[in-house]
């Protein structure tokens, strides 16, 4: 979960392309997830959030990936349990 945390964020700070930094950093976070056994991620929370994940995303300026591992941990948490709900 770290891994996907640190990841995500040091994606989102590089900026390498003009659009879809955000996309391609939800789909390799997803990969990640799929690569340790759990279901791609629901990130339903990270936009009902946005000024904590743009926080999250700035603590890890000076190297704190906590506030991410929240967030991905919450985000994991959510696909695993989409998949063992009522269709």
Known sequence: M???AV?????VLIHP???G???L???????MA???GHEPMDYSS???RKPAYVGAIHAGLSGD????????????AAGDASLSGPA
């Open 21 to 23: 930094n955000g996309r």
């Open 34 to 36: 799929v690569q340790a």
């Open 2 to 4: 770290n891994a996907i």
């Open 46 to 48: 990270w936009e009902q």
């Open 17 to 19: 392309f003009r659009e």
């Open 25 to 31: 950093a939800r789909l390799l976070a997803d990969v």
């Open 65 to 76: 990936y906590s506030p991410m591992g929240q967030f991905v941990a919450e985000a994991m």
């Open 7 to 11: 990841t995500h964020v040091e994606l």
